[in-house]
């Protein structure tokens, strides 16, 4: 399962201040984003998932990748999809016992890592934009 995460308003924002200066943005910020993604975003992601100590289960760190779609890019996990919501959120499991009740088996708490790792760097897109489109 793919998550969809956008980045603050602050970037459409600048983006939208830029194209009303008449300045060419597209094909340039499509590159610095693209450069980000790739050289900020996802080693971010690496390092913030879940670690485990086990080689099999280091497939979920390892499998972050880029995916453009139209203009968009969206950044997701190849190798365990599943796991981005249930890691991100937490989850149960729970069945009905004999008087159809339902029981906890399983809880796993929340360990949030993909909205800490994109407002890490958030800040960092920002910062280039405005360096690329000559910003302050």
Same mark, same amino acid.
């Given at each position: 399962?793919?998550?969809?995460?956008?980045?603050?308003?602050?970037?459409?924002?600048?983006?939208?201040?830029?194209?009303?200066?008449?300045?060419?943005?597209?094909?340039?910020?499509?590159?610095?984003?693209?450069?980000?993604?790739?050289?900020?975003?996802?080693?971010?992601? &690496?390092?913030?998932?879940?670690?485990? @100590?086990?080689?099999?289960?280091? &497939?979920?760190?390892?499998?972050?990748?880029?995916?453009?779609?139209? &203009?968009?890019?969206?950044?997701?996990?190849?190798?365990? @999809?599943?796991?981005?919501?249930?890691?991100?959120?937490?989850?149960?499991?729970?069945?009905?016992?004999?008087?159809?009740? @339902?029981?906890?088996?399983?809880?796993?708490?929340?360990?949030?890592?993909?909205? @800490?790792?994109?407002?890490?760097?958030?800040?960092?897109?920002?910062?280039?934009?405005?360096?690329?489109?000559?910003?302050?």
């Amino acid at each position: 399962m793919a998550m969809d995460i956008s980045f603050d308003s602050q970037v459409s924002e600048l983006l939208q201040n830029l194209q009303l200066l008449g300045v060419e943005i597209e094909k340039e910020t499509g590159e610095e984003i693209s450069a980000f993604i790739d050289d900020t975003l996802i080693p971010t992601l &690496k390092n913030n998932s879940p670690a485990s @100590p086990e080689e099999h289960k280091k &497939k979920y760190r390892d499998g972050w990748v880029k995916k453009k779609s139209g &203009k968009y890019y969206r950044v997701s996990n190849k190798n365990r @999809p599943d796991l981005t919501y249930m890691l991100e959120h937490g989850f149960e499991r729970t069945y009905k016992n004999k008087s159809g009740k @339902p029981t906890i088996i399983f809880s796993a708490q929340p360990r949030p890592h993909i909205r @800490p790792a994109v407002e890490q760097t958030e800040k960092i897109l920002i910062n280039r934009l405005k360096n690329k489109l000559g910003g302050n």
